[in-house]
């Protein structure tokens, strides 16, 4: 199989294209098979969770459009007020990576005063949380 005739975007992950997409003995690029069909199952599993794929019966997996209101559409500005979002994607979106810039930035500050963090600069472990003591255990 040629890489022209399947499709890899959105199905191979970039780091693993070097295991699907071989070289064969005349140097043409080739499609390794087994490898392709784990990444349409990977691809697969991760559309069935966040329901862009949905299965048909299976209640867990159902049709995202069903968790939506009936009257969605006509009540659209009642139930983003009701959930204190705006109506503008953009404007969700533009806030979420605020409140994202925010939390990360607090963290890089507080992350190498922490006492129970040690960052190292190299080898396998680089970032050893000290372990937190046990929880007493519960009265019930």
């Not at 690029?29 to 069935?48: F, M, S």
């Not at 953009?90 to 507080?110: D, E, P």
Request: net charge positive.
């Amino acid at each position: 199989m040629s890489p022209d005739e399947v499709p890899l975007t959105g199905i191979v992950r970039p780091g693993l294209w070097e295991l699907v997409v071989e070289q064969d003995r005349a140097g043409r690029p080739r499609i390794n098979r087994i490898n392709y069909e784990i990444c349409v199952l990977q691809a697969l599993r991760e559309g069935v969770r966040c329901k862009e794929i949905w299965v048909e019966g299976a209640d867990r997996y159902r049709n995202p459009d069903d968790d939506v209101p009936q009257d969605f559409a006509v009540h659209r500005v009642r139930y983003y007020q009701a959930l204190n979002q705006p109506l503008d994607g953009q404007t969700f979106v533009t806030g979420v990576q605020q409140t994202m810039a925010h939390w990360l930035a607090r963290l890089h500050a507080a992350l190498p005063t922490n006492p129970s963090v040690t960052l190292r600069p190299q080898g396998k472990n680089r970032i050893r949380l000290t372990p937190l003591a046990p929880l007493p255990a519960p009265q019930h």
